[in-house]
């Protein structure tokens, strides 16, 4: 059955340094999202993204954070200069189309742990 | 603002019993309810997908149900084994926003053999 993966499973960096979080969608999905969860917190949409645009994005989602899709099966989450209270766990979905039918069921990946020290 | 509410946070059965987890939104536009299952330190799995025009889906031991207007979703677990311990999330899409789903805190179930 097809997943969604995400390297690496998990990420120590220290404060000020850059991160890339990877993600592979299932492939013939159109959409595609990053969540976030700090430790025993609600799960926090951060942005959505469709035909090489973000299409929303939330409060969190400042000028730190950067998605890319560079290549036809890759999408990344980059933030330019982690800070502390960026540790959390970092879940990338994907879903085969936002609102028709039934295909619009969002699929997750397994996380990545990013721990900022 | 969307919030979304799970009530119990935490709930330990014994094996075998039938068991209800509750989700409470409180903006009724919304587009489709979607339940999910949380192990530890794992991702999330996609249970079921109700759509809003929908009363209720029905996978295996689970029954989701969702009524709209009164802002409510169940999930039924029935003859629950110990396997099913996980967290249990609800989160709802709305109408007009990019596919942003909007989480509960979920319910933290326990099956006790």
């Known amino acids: 059955e097809p997943e969604v993966t995400q390297t690496p499973s998990h990420q120590v960096t220290q404060m000020g340094q850059e991160v890339i979080l990877r993600c592979v969608p299932i492939?013939?999905?159109?959409?595609f999202y990053w969540y976030r969860q700090i430790l025993g917190q609600k799960v926090e949409f951060l942005v959505s993204f469709y035909n090489n645009e973000i299409s929303e994005k939330s409060e969190i989602f400042d000028d730190q954070f950067s998605v890319e899709r560079p290549d036809g099966s890759n999408f990344t989450l980059k933030i330019r200069s982690t800070k502390l209270e960026d540790s959390a766990m970092y879940f990338c979905?994907?879903?085969?189309?936002?609102?028709?039918?039934?295909?619009?069921?969002?699929?997750f990946g397994p996380g990545t742990r990013l721990t900022v020290l | 603002k969307q919030e979304v509410t799970q009530i119990p946070a935490a709930l330990s059965v014994p094996e075998g019993e039938n068991l209800v987890l509750n989700c409470s939104f409180t903006?009724?536009?919304?587009?489709?309810l979607q339940w999910f299952r949380q192990d530890p330190g794992k991702g999330l799995t996609s249970l079921l997908l109700i759509q809003s025009s929908q009363r209720e889906q029905t996978s295996g031991r689970l029954n989701a149900s969702l009524d709209k207007s009164s802002g409510r979703s169940t999930l039924y677990i029935a003859a629950s084994q110990p396997g099913d311990s996980a967290t249990y999330l609800c989160?709802?899409?709305?109408?007009?926003?990019?596919?942003?789903?909007?989480f509960g805190q979920g319910t933290e179930l326990s099956v006790k053999p």
């Open positions: 903006d009724s536009a919304i587009y489709n």
């Open positions: 492939s013939n999905h159109l959409y």
């Open positions: 989160a709802v899409k709305r109408y007009n926003q990019g596919g942003k789903l909007i």
């Open positions: 979905a994907s879903s085969e189309a936002l609102v028709a039918g039934i295909y619009n069921e969002q699929f």
